[in-house]
Every structure is written in structure tokens, then in C-alpha cells.
């Protein structure tokens, strides 16, 4: 009896369990040529399925780490830097990329800031320490404008009351 090729199913076309990128392959050659009697159908159900599930859990991602630089400035202002404000603005950069590719996703956004607070909060307090993780914040108290709007100023970036920056020093050119 000749030894069966693992990488090819009974129907003699790769799996996706066997070999995903020649099953991919395969798939892609019999929709481009309209030979859908070769599809796997429950298989590319799954994977198209999964896809959806892939790029929400990448818009829940990118939220969480929003809310963990955000609830770590509310926190720990002494440890507030350019660094967490780049991570803020960088995922709020992602979240309106995966907005504009998913609009679908606006709909869900309650339900991805409610599934992400829990590890954001989590992750926070580990790096701080500085709540109490069984009493506070127990929800989101951010809303949804101020997670994606909210400034994030620096001491550099704040414009005195009186006009006096001390970051500047006397800028006159004399000397007191």
C-alpha cells in the first residue's frame, strides 16, 4: 500500500489542520476560479469567523493600554512622561484605524472598554500598587471621549496662570 502525504487530505487538497498555508492557497485558487465545490466551507467559516474575533480583541488591546497609562497618570502623577503619553496617543492612533476598517466596531465600543478595563485596572495596580485593587475604580471611570480625547499634559506642556514658566527661566537676557 503507498504511504499516504500527511500534508493532503482524503479528497487529495491540503487541510488547514495539515498544512494552512497550502490550504489557504487552495481555498483562494477555488473562489478566484469559481470552483466552489472544492471550498471547505465549515473550515472557512471558522477562519472568517475567527478574523472578526481577531481584529475586535486588537481594538480591545489597544483600549486597554489607554486605560492602563490612563489610570497610572490619575494615579501615580510623580510618574507622569512623554512615554505614556506616546503609548496613549499611539493606541488612540490604532483604535481610529480599526474604527475606519470596522465601523461595525463603533457599536461594540461599550462592550470592548468594559471587556478591557478589568486587565488595564489589573495591570495598573500591579505596576503601582498604588489603589486598592478590591475597592477602586471597580468600573471604567473614564468615558468614552475622555479615553479617546483627553490631553495628557506634561509640567512643560502647562502655560502658568502668571506667566512665569519655570522650566524657561528668565528668558529677558538680564541678569538679576
Not at 487529495?12 to 487552495?26: L, M
Request: proline fraction near 6%; charge should be negative.
Amino acid at each position: 500500500m503507498a504511504e499516504r502525504d500527511p500534508q493532503i487530505g482524503r479528497t487529495g487538497r491540503p487541510t488547514a489542520d495539515s498544512d494552512f498555508a497550502a490550504w489557504i492557497a487552495h481555498q483562494v485558487a477555488a473562489l478566484r476560479e469559481g470552483r466552489f465545490a472544492d471550498l471547505d466551507v465549515d473550515d472557512l467559516t471558522d477562519e472568517v469567523e475567527s478574523l472578526a474575533r481577531r481584529d475586535f480583541k486588537k481594538l480591545r488591546s489597544y483600549i486597554r493600554v489607554i486605560l492602563i497609562h490612563m489610570l497610572k497618570w490619575d494615579y501615580q502623577p510623580e510618574g507622569q512622561g512623554a512615554s505614556w503619553r506616546r503609548s496613549i496617543n499611539a493606541s488612540r492612533e490604532r483604535v481610529w484605524g480599526e474604527l475606519a476598517s470596522s465601523p461595525s466596531f463603533r457599536a461594540r465600543i461599550a462592550e470592548a472598554v468594559e471587556q478591557a478595563f478589568p486587565l488595564a485596572r489589573l495591570k495598573a495596580w500591579e505596576e503601582t500598587g498604588l489603589f486598592k485593587l478590591e475597592h477602586e475604580p471597580a468600573t471604567c471611570p473614564y468615558s468614552w471621549d475622555e479615553i479617546m480625547h483627553r490631553p495628557h499634559e506634561l509640567p512643560r506642556d502647562r502655560v502658568p496662570q502668571d506667566g512665569n514658566d519655570p522650566f524657561q527661566g528668565d528668558l529677558s537676557g538680564e541678569d538679576d
